[in-house]
Nanobody, 118 residues
Framework: QVTLVESGGGLVEAGGSLRLSCVVS????????LGWFRQAPGKDRERVAT????????NYHDSVKGRFTISRENAKNTVYLQMDSLKPEDTAVYYC???????????WGQGTQVTVSS
């Protein structure tokens, strides 16, 4: 059984920072890509950031480039999302996911709420 548990969300003022964590259980993550996604009410889910198995290749949605940083610590089976200079538009439920097959994200966490006040 593969389980992902996100934490670190909360309420923050615009311009503030949060760091999200996602701990994966049931599989060793070292050889698999990981990603962070978000979904706001009334909007489609969008990919925020992805990271390769070794951590050397990262990709970001244009709206968060320069503000968010994805990283991983394989020894702790954990992926992080550092969010700086937060904007109200970043308000959403944030999910982490692990990819076992190229082009797919096979297991998802239940999400953590991030709310940015103006």
């Amino acid at each position: 059984q593969v389980t992902l548990v996100e934490s670190g969300g909360g309420l923050v003022e615009a311009g503030g920072s949060l760091r999200l964590s996602c701990v994966v259980s049931g599989v060793t993550i070292s050889r698999f890509p990981l990603g962070w996604f978000r979904q706001a009410p009334g909007k489609d889910r969008e990919r925020v950031a992805t990271i390769s198995s070794e951590g050397g290749d990262t990709n970001y949605h244009d709206s968060v480039k320069g503000r968010f940083t994805i990283s991983r610590e394989n020894a702790k089976n954990t992926v992080y999302l550092q969010m700086d200079s937060l904007k109200p538009e970043d308000t959403a439920v944030y999910y982490c996911a692990i990819s076992f097959i190229r082009g797919e994200h096979n297991y998802w966490g239940q999400g953590t709420q991030v709310t940015v006040s103006s």
